[in-house]
């Protein structure tokens, strides 16, 4: 494993546990709100194992938090515009179903559209 996801994991296992911890969650209660297995957020928060996106799409909206907060790429918890507009709701459920490689691209594609209103906002 590079430094680069041994860093990401280490991160994402520390503020998983966290945020957990700040709402007053137990393991047992986060896994069956999300279906997760109490030993497989056991093992994320360890850093003995790292989520599938679409786990941690599951994680965040039960912790009210967004991906980027859980993999410490934001400081802003806050996950509620998100979920409070339904488009983006349903998008994000959509995303559950897809298989990793669609949601590589759905992440590449993202990244571009970043990088080039970057681009225009900076001209």
Same mark, same amino acid.
């Given at each position: ?41 056991? %093992?994320?928060?360890? &850093?003995? $194992?790292?989520? *599938? =996106? @679409? ?7 039960? #912790? +009210? ?27 994000? %459920?959509?995303?559950? &179903?897809? $298989?990793?490689? *669609? =949601? @590589? ?7 571009? #559209? +970043? ?9």
């Amino acid at each position: 494993m590079s430094k680069f996801s041994e860093n990401l994991q280490s991160q994402f296992g520390e503020n998983l546990k966290r945020r957990r911890e700040e709402l007053g969650v137990s393991r047992e209660e986060l896994a069956t709100d999300t279906g997760i297995s109490y030993n497989s957020i056991y %093992k994320y928060e360890k &850093n003995i $194992s790292f989520p *599938r =996106i @679409s786990v941690m799409l599951k994680l965040a909206k039960s #912790l +009210k938090c967004t991906i980027d907060y859980l993999l410490g790429k934001s400081e802003s918890q806050d996950s509620e515009e998100l979920f409070d507009d339904p488009r983006m709701f349903e998008m994000a %459920k959509g995303i559950l &179903n897809l $298989s990793e490689s *669609r =949601i @590589s691209s759905i992440r590449d594609f993202y990244e571009f #559209l +970043k990088w080039r209103e970057s681009s225009i906002t900076a001209k």
